[in-house]
């Protein structure tokens, strides 16, 4: 093991030496510190300082609330804008008398596709019956989900 150099026993005197070395090292400049706290223009300045650094913090917190609400505020309005949509009743839609016997089929059947309304109302081909379906359900009056190749429709 290796001997510290510096170290002395304390019999031999060596701890008033420490003592005395951490006072000079540590306690005397922070008594010198405390001395200078002491000064009524110290305080002043750190008094000034802090209500400085105060006025600034509530300006920036008094800008952050108004953007805040601002937010707050466009949120509410479409939250508005989307309650009153919901709120309102649907109009009653006209249909030509074949859209409203397809709307029918498609009510009692559950889901049809296009091919189901061809074969039904003896359409030639799929795309008239595709065509109303899809007219049907940009009015809202049907749903639609994708089953494989097939697009299958439901009443809402």
Do not use: C, W
Not at 21 to 31: A, C, D, G, M, Q
Not at 77 to 95: F, H, N, T, Y
């Amino acid at each position: 093991m290796k001997k510290n150099e510096n170290y002395k026993p304390i019999g031999e005197g060596s701890g008033k030496e420490a003592i005395e070395e951490l006072k000079n090292e540590i306690i005397s400049p922070l008594e010198n510190e405390i001395q200078k706290l002491r000064d009524p223009l110290v305080i002043a300045a750190i008094m000034h300082t802090a209500a400085t650094e105060k006025e600034n913090t509530n300006r920036i917190l008094k800008t952050l609330v108004a953007q805040i609400e601002e937010k707050f505020a466009k949120i509410e309005a479409r939250l508005d804008a989307l309650e009153a949509s919901i709120k309102k009743e649907p109009e009653e839609v006209l249909l030509p008398q074949v859209d409203e016997e397809i709307f029918k089929f498609v009510k009692e059947k559950g889901y049809v596709s296009a091919e189901d309304v061809r074969r039904r109302f003896g359409y030639k081909g799929k795309n008239a019956a595709s065509s109303r379906l899809n007219r049907m359900y940009e009015m809202g009056l049907l749903s639609k989900k994708q089953v494989g190749r097939a697009v299958l429709y439901s009443a809402r």
